[in-house]
């Protein structure tokens, strides 16, 4: 047994410094579509964290209490609906608050007739979707319908938002795929000209009855070495990219959201085993289409 491991283990060395550069070719490969996959996964984690500290700084709830309202008694209500439904943060605004925000031609006009303006207070909220803007808006306007004049919200500007990520996860789906399919097909072809150049030993290990298993293994250890040695190289470039990001500051939310969540061992762990998938089906289709 352990014979048959070394016969193994030695073919698929022989056959990687037999072409060299082919397995350069091949580990570099793997590199880059290692690298594209964590990219992507990397995209696809802030794209999230974009959406949710978007929503959760954008999304504000604008409640215009009824004119006929005093200022005490708007601020009472906006405080009440803060406490019913748990928000964090609001911002009161009274009839002087929101005339000093006035154009000034128009401040003439009006001069000191302020009954007209009502209070407004407004809620940050955090929500994960425009629907639960939407029942939210419904349900506070439903249970202080007499006390409140109308509530408004960047609808549009959100559903816009949301329409944009939707399509961003899909190109970001779509080009890992490519990248994926085109590792495997460029893996493949270098594990053929192995088993072509090994076309004699191929034939003898066939005549003395050796299994098929037996015959593919050194040529799928060789595409898992490969496969082994793009991520250790993609690990190395994501290692060095991960401590030089990870130095800046950044004070804005949206800035904030481009430090991913996913801790620098993940990353690791799953450029490791895409590695080795990539190795292995990149060499088991090759063996495949030639050995069966």
């Known amino acids: 047994m352990i014979e048959q491991l070394k016969f193994i283990f030695l073919e698929s060395i022989k056959s990687i410094k037999r072409f060299p550069i082919y397995s350069i070719i091949s580990s570099l ?143 970001i789906f779509l080009i890992g795929l490519i990248v994926f399919i085109v590792s495997i097909y460029n893996i493949s072809n270098i594990i053929k000209l192995s ?23 050194p040529y799928v250890l060789e595409g898992i070495i490969h496969g082994l040695i793009g991520f250790v190289l993609s690990s190395l470039f994501i290692f060095i990219s991960f401590n030089l990001f990870s130095s800046f500051a950044y004070e804005h939310f949206l800035a904030q959201s481009l430090v991913t969540s996913i801790s620098l061992k993940v990353y690791i762990l799953i450029n490791l085993i895409f590695g080795v998938i990539l190795g292995f089906i990149g060499s088991n289709l090759a063996t495949s289409n030639y050995l069966e």
């Open 195 to 217: 088993i072509e150049s090994r076309k004699n030993v191929i034939d003898i290990l066939k005549l003395h009855g050796a299994s098929k298993i037996f015959i593919k293994s």
């Open 29 to 171: 490969t793997i590199m880059v579509c290692l690298i594209i996959i964590t990219f992507i996964i990397y995209l696809s984690d802030i794209t999230n964290n974009l959406s949710k500290n978007f929503k959760k700084n954008e999304s504000v709830l604008k409640v215009f209490i009824k004119n006929d309202i005093n200022i005490e008694e708007s601020l009472k209500i906006c405080q009440d609906i803060k406490d019913v439904y748990k928000f964090d943060i609001m911002t009161f605004e009274d009839r002087n608050n929101l005339f000093s925000k006035i154009d000034i031609n128009l401040k003439t006009w009006l001069q000191d007739d302020l009954e007209f303006i009502p209070c407004l207070c407004s809620f940050n909220i955090d929500v994960e979707s425009v629907e639960e803007i939407d029942d939210l808006s419904i349900s506070i306007f439903d249970k202080y319908k007499n006390e409140i004049e109308k509530i408004v919200y960047p609808r549009k500007y959100l559903v816009r938002f949301e329409e944009i990520l939707s399509l961003a996860y899909s190109v």
